[in-house]
Protein backbone atom coordinates (compact mmCIF):
# COMPACT_ATOMS: atom_id res chain seq x y z
CA UNK A 1 0.00 0.00 0.00
CA UNK A 2 1.57 3.11 -0.94
CA UNK A 3 -0.96 6.02 0.39
CA UNK A 4 0.26 8.21 2.08
CA UNK A 5 -0.97 7.45 5.65
CA UNK A 6 0.38 4.63 7.34
CA UNK A 7 -1.21 4.22 10.45
CA UNK A 8 -5.04 5.31 11.07
CA UNK A 9 -7.02 5.09 13.54
CA UNK A 10 -10.60 4.83 12.94
CA UNK A 11 -13.13 5.73 15.44
CA UNK A 12 -11.93 3.37 18.49
CA UNK A 13 -13.70 3.02 21.61
CA UNK A 14 -11.23 1.54 24.77
CA UNK A 15 -12.72 -0.19 27.89
CA UNK A 16 -10.57 -1.20 30.69
CA UNK A 17 -11.56 -4.18 32.93
CA UNK A 18 -14.93 -4.78 31.12
CA UNK A 19 -16.80 -1.89 32.00
CA UNK A 20 -14.26 1.51 32.34
CA UNK A 21 -14.54 3.65 29.43
CA UNK A 22 -11.17 5.44 28.62
CA UNK A 23 -11.04 6.00 24.95
CA UNK A 24 -14.75 7.55 23.33
CA UNK A 25 -14.36 7.38 19.99
CA UNK A 26 -10.72 8.33 19.07
CA UNK A 27 -9.49 8.86 15.61
CA UNK A 28 -6.08 10.36 13.71
CA UNK A 29 -3.98 9.65 11.09
CA UNK A 30 -0.09 9.61 10.63
CA UNK A 31 1.44 10.44 7.77
CA UNK A 32 4.20 8.41 6.15
CA UNK A 33 7.86 8.90 6.96
CA UNK A 34 6.54 11.66 9.53
CA UNK A 35 6.80 12.60 13.08
CA UNK A 36 3.24 13.22 14.82
CA UNK A 37 2.53 14.63 17.93
CA UNK A 38 -0.27 13.02 20.89
CA UNK A 39 -0.64 15.91 23.26
CA UNK A 40 -2.58 15.89 26.05
CA UNK A 41 -3.04 16.06 30.08
CA UNK A 42 -2.24 13.53 32.43
CA UNK A 43 -4.63 10.39 31.84
CA UNK A 44 -6.30 11.66 29.08
CA UNK A 45 -5.33 7.99 27.26
CA UNK A 46 -2.13 9.11 25.80
CA UNK A 47 -0.80 5.13 26.35
CA UNK A 48 -3.80 3.68 26.18
CA UNK A 49 -3.60 4.85 22.24
CA UNK A 50 -0.28 3.70 21.90
CA UNK A 51 -1.19 0.31 23.10
CA UNK A 52 -4.57 0.03 21.36
CA UNK A 53 -1.74 0.10 18.64
CA UNK A 54 0.47 -2.12 19.65
CA UNK A 55 -1.78 -4.15 20.69
CA UNK A 56 -0.10 -4.71 24.55
CA UNK A 57 -3.74 -3.63 26.02
CA UNK A 58 -4.64 -7.01 26.05
CA UNK A 59 -1.67 -8.15 28.73
CA UNK A 60 -3.76 -4.86 30.70
CA UNK A 61 -7.05 -6.49 30.55
CA UNK A 62 -7.85 -3.59 28.25
CA UNK A 63 -10.11 -4.26 24.67
CA UNK A 64 -10.84 -2.41 21.54
CA UNK A 65 -14.73 -2.48 21.72
CA UNK A 66 -15.48 0.03 18.75
CA UNK A 67 -13.69 1.29 15.65
CA UNK A 68 -10.79 -0.13 13.64
CA UNK A 69 -7.02 0.40 13.23
CA UNK A 70 -5.23 0.04 10.26
CA UNK A 71 -1.69 -0.11 9.22
CA UNK A 72 -0.55 -0.07 5.74
CA UNK A 73 -3.83 -0.86 4.41
CA UNK A 74 -4.43 -3.80 6.84
CA UNK A 75 -6.62 -4.02 9.86
CA UNK A 76 -4.59 -4.71 12.89
CA UNK A 77 -6.68 -3.96 15.62
CA UNK A 78 -7.14 -7.03 18.21
CA UNK A 79 -4.12 -8.66 16.42
CA UNK A 80 -1.66 -10.27 18.44
CA UNK A 81 1.21 -7.87 19.61
CA UNK A 82 4.36 -9.86 18.25
CA UNK A 83 2.74 -10.10 14.82
CA UNK A 84 2.06 -6.69 15.00
CA UNK A 85 5.79 -6.42 15.83
CA UNK A 86 6.67 -8.41 13.05
CA UNK A 87 4.43 -6.28 10.58
CA UNK A 88 6.36 -3.23 11.88
CA UNK A 89 5.40 -1.51 14.46
CA UNK A 90 7.90 -0.85 17.49
CA UNK A 91 6.49 0.36 21.10
CA UNK A 92 9.25 2.14 23.08
CA UNK A 93 7.53 2.00 26.26
CA UNK A 94 6.88 4.97 28.75
CA UNK A 95 9.64 5.08 31.54
CA UNK A 96 12.12 3.10 29.51
CA UNK A 97 10.91 -0.46 30.56
CA UNK A 98 14.59 -1.80 29.44
CA UNK A 99 15.31 -5.28 30.89
CA UNK A 100 17.63 -4.22 34.09
CA UNK A 101 18.89 -7.20 34.85
CA UNK A 102 20.56 -8.10 31.38
CA UNK A 103 23.39 -6.00 29.55
CA UNK A 104 23.05 -3.52 27.50
CA UNK A 105 24.01 -5.97 24.25
CA UNK A 106 21.40 -8.61 25.33
CA UNK A 107 18.92 -5.51 25.36
CA UNK A 108 19.84 -4.14 21.90
CA UNK A 109 19.48 -8.08 20.75
CA UNK A 110 16.02 -8.45 22.20
CA UNK A 111 14.96 -6.21 19.84
CA UNK A 112 15.93 -7.71 17.01
CA UNK A 113 13.52 -11.03 17.94
CA UNK A 114 11.64 -11.21 15.31
CA UNK A 115 14.76 -11.18 12.72
CA UNK A 116 16.94 -13.63 11.21
CA UNK A 117 18.95 -11.52 8.39
CA UNK A 118 22.82 -10.67 8.56
CA UNK A 119 22.31 -7.87 9.61
CA UNK A 120 22.16 -7.49 13.00
CA UNK A 121 25.66 -6.93 14.04
CA UNK A 122 25.79 -3.96 11.81
CA UNK A 123 22.64 -2.59 13.37
CA UNK A 124 24.19 -2.67 16.81
CA UNK A 125 26.86 -0.63 15.41
CA UNK A 126 24.41 1.89 14.13
CA UNK A 127 22.79 1.97 17.92
CA UNK A 128 26.44 2.45 18.94
CA UNK A 129 27.08 5.19 16.61
CA UNK A 130 23.90 7.11 17.59
CA UNK A 131 24.61 6.76 21.54
CA UNK A 132 28.07 6.86 21.88
CA UNK A 133 27.97 6.39 25.91
CA UNK A 134 26.39 2.81 25.74
CA UNK A 135 29.42 1.16 23.77
CA UNK A 136 31.06 2.12 26.95
CA UNK A 137 28.35 0.55 29.31
CA UNK A 138 29.59 -2.91 30.08
CA UNK A 139 27.45 -3.90 32.92
CA UNK A 140 23.72 -4.33 33.63
CA UNK A 141 21.33 -2.04 31.92
CA UNK A 142 19.75 -1.34 35.73
CA UNK A 143 22.84 0.29 36.48
CA UNK A 144 22.48 2.87 33.61
CA UNK A 145 21.51 6.75 34.63
CA UNK A 146 17.84 7.63 33.78
CA UNK A 147 18.72 9.41 30.31
CA UNK A 148 21.15 5.94 28.99
CA UNK A 149 17.78 3.96 30.13
CA UNK A 150 16.18 6.22 27.61
CA UNK A 151 18.45 5.64 25.06
CA UNK A 152 18.68 2.18 25.29
CA UNK A 153 15.09 1.81 24.96
CA UNK A 154 15.42 3.71 22.02
CA UNK A 155 18.08 1.58 20.25
CA UNK A 156 16.21 -1.42 21.17
CA UNK A 157 13.33 -0.28 18.72
CA UNK A 158 15.64 1.16 15.92
CA UNK A 159 16.90 -2.97 16.36
CA UNK A 160 13.42 -4.04 15.27
CA UNK A 161 14.16 -1.76 12.08
CA UNK A 162 10.01 -1.13 11.99
CA UNK A 163 7.91 1.24 10.03
CA UNK A 164 6.60 2.66 12.57
CA UNK A 165 7.71 3.47 16.11
CA UNK A 166 5.28 4.35 18.84
CA UNK A 167 6.95 6.72 21.67
CA UNK A 168 5.74 7.36 24.86
CA UNK A 169 6.81 10.36 26.96
CA UNK A 170 10.48 9.93 26.11
CA UNK A 171 11.29 13.24 27.79
CA UNK A 172 9.87 11.88 30.94
CA UNK A 173 12.24 12.23 34.00
CA UNK A 174 14.61 13.59 32.06
CA UNK A 175 17.42 17.07 32.59
CA UNK A 176 16.41 19.78 30.60
CA UNK A 177 19.98 18.94 28.44
CA UNK A 178 19.12 15.27 27.85
CA UNK A 179 15.29 15.65 27.03
CA UNK A 180 16.55 18.14 24.27
CA UNK A 181 19.41 15.69 23.08
CA UNK A 182 16.50 12.48 22.98
CA UNK A 183 14.39 14.58 20.96
CA UNK A 184 17.20 15.72 18.38
CA UNK A 185 17.65 11.84 18.08
CA UNK A 186 14.39 11.09 17.75
CA UNK A 187 14.29 13.84 14.73
CA UNK A 188 17.48 12.18 13.10
CA UNK A 189 15.96 9.23 13.08
CA UNK A 190 13.32 10.13 11.45
CA UNK A 191 15.63 11.87 8.75
CA UNK A 192 18.25 9.37 8.40
CA UNK A 193 15.47 5.82 7.90
CA UNK A 194 12.63 7.85 6.88
CA UNK A 195 10.90 6.11 10.04
CA UNK A 196 7.37 6.93 10.58
CA UNK A 197 7.28 8.05 14.51
CA UNK A 198 3.94 8.52 16.52
CA UNK A 199 5.37 10.41 19.76
CA UNK A 200 3.31 10.89 22.95
CA UNK A 201 4.47 13.75 25.06
CA UNK A 202 3.35 15.82 28.15
CA UNK A 203 6.34 18.35 27.01
CA UNK A 204 4.01 19.75 24.16
CA UNK A 205 7.02 22.48 23.47
CA UNK A 206 9.33 20.17 22.63
CA UNK A 207 7.25 17.71 20.86
CA UNK A 208 5.73 20.27 18.14
CA UNK A 209 9.12 21.55 17.60
CA UNK A 210 10.56 18.27 16.26
CA UNK A 211 6.57 17.34 14.65
CA UNK A 212 5.11 17.75 11.43
CA UNK A 213 1.21 17.39 12.66
CA UNK A 214 -0.32 17.40 15.60
CA UNK A 215 -3.45 16.38 17.79
CA UNK A 216 -4.50 17.13 21.15
CA UNK A 217 -6.23 14.48 23.43
CA UNK A 218 -9.01 14.94 26.02
CA UNK A 219 -10.94 12.89 27.85
CA UNK A 220 -10.32 10.20 25.61
CA UNK A 221 -10.69 11.82 22.15
CA UNK A 222 -9.10 14.11 20.35
CA UNK A 223 -10.40 17.91 20.38
CA UNK A 224 -7.50 19.45 18.06
CA UNK A 225 -5.44 18.69 15.74
CA UNK A 226 -3.00 20.80 13.00
CA UNK A 227 0.41 21.34 12.01
CA UNK A 228 2.92 21.77 14.12
CA UNK A 229 3.20 25.38 13.56
CA UNK A 230 -0.47 25.86 13.56
CA UNK A 231 -0.53 24.09 17.25
CA UNK A 232 2.05 26.16 18.23
CA UNK A 233 0.10 29.35 17.15
CA UNK A 234 -3.21 28.60 18.54
CA UNK A 235 -3.82 30.37 21.69
CA UNK A 236 -5.58 27.61 23.69
CA UNK A 237 -2.54 25.78 23.15
CA UNK A 238 -0.38 28.14 24.25
CA UNK A 239 -2.15 28.80 27.50
CA UNK A 240 -2.50 25.57 28.22
CA UNK A 241 -0.17 23.49 27.01
CA UNK A 242 3.52 25.77 26.07
CA UNK A 243 3.28 27.48 29.44
CA UNK A 244 1.53 30.59 28.61
CA UNK A 245 2.28 33.53 26.49
P1 LIG B 1 -0.33 9.52 31.57
O1 LIG B 1 0.48 10.59 30.98
O2 LIG B 1 -0.65 9.75 33.02
O3 LIG B 1 0.15 8.13 31.28
P2 LIG B 1 -2.27 9.12 29.54
O4 LIG B 1 -2.89 10.22 28.77
O5 LIG B 1 -1.24 8.32 28.88
O6 LIG B 1 -1.76 9.68 30.90
P3 LIG B 1 -3.53 6.63 30.10
O7 LIG B 1 -2.34 6.11 30.82
O8 LIG B 1 -3.87 6.11 28.78
O9 LIG B 1 -3.47 8.20 30.01
O10 LIG B 1 -4.78 6.45 31.07
C1 LIG B 1 -6.07 6.89 30.73
C2 LIG B 1 -7.07 6.45 31.79
O11 LIG B 1 -7.14 5.02 31.79
C3 LIG B 1 -6.69 6.84 33.21
O12 LIG B 1 -7.86 7.25 33.86
C4 LIG B 1 -6.16 5.57 33.82
O13 LIG B 1 -6.44 5.52 35.19
C5 LIG B 1 -6.94 4.49 33.07
N1 LIG B 1 -6.15 3.25 32.97
C6 LIG B 1 -4.93 3.12 32.39
N2 LIG B 1 -4.49 1.86 32.44
C7 LIG B 1 -5.46 1.15 33.06
C8 LIG B 1 -5.62 -0.23 33.42
N3 LIG B 1 -4.65 -1.13 33.13
N4 LIG B 1 -6.75 -0.60 34.06
C9 LIG B 1 -7.71 0.31 34.33
N5 LIG B 1 -7.64 1.61 34.03
C10 LIG B 1 -6.53 2.04 33.40
Known amino acids: DNSDILLSVNNIEVVYNEYVLVLRGLSLDVERGSITALLGAN ?28 FDG ?12 REGIFQV ?3 RRIIQDMTVLENLKLGAFTRSDKGIKDDIDLVYSYFPRL ?3 KGLAGYLSGGEQQMLAIGRAMMARPKLILMDEPSMGLSPLLVKEVFGIIKKLNEDFGVTILLVEQNAAMALNCAKHGYIMENGKIVLDGTAEELRENEDIKEFYLGGG
Open 74 to 85: RTISHQDPERTV
Open 43 to 70: GAGKSTTLKAISGLLKSEDGEITRGSIT
Open 135 to 137: RER
Open 93 to 95: MEG
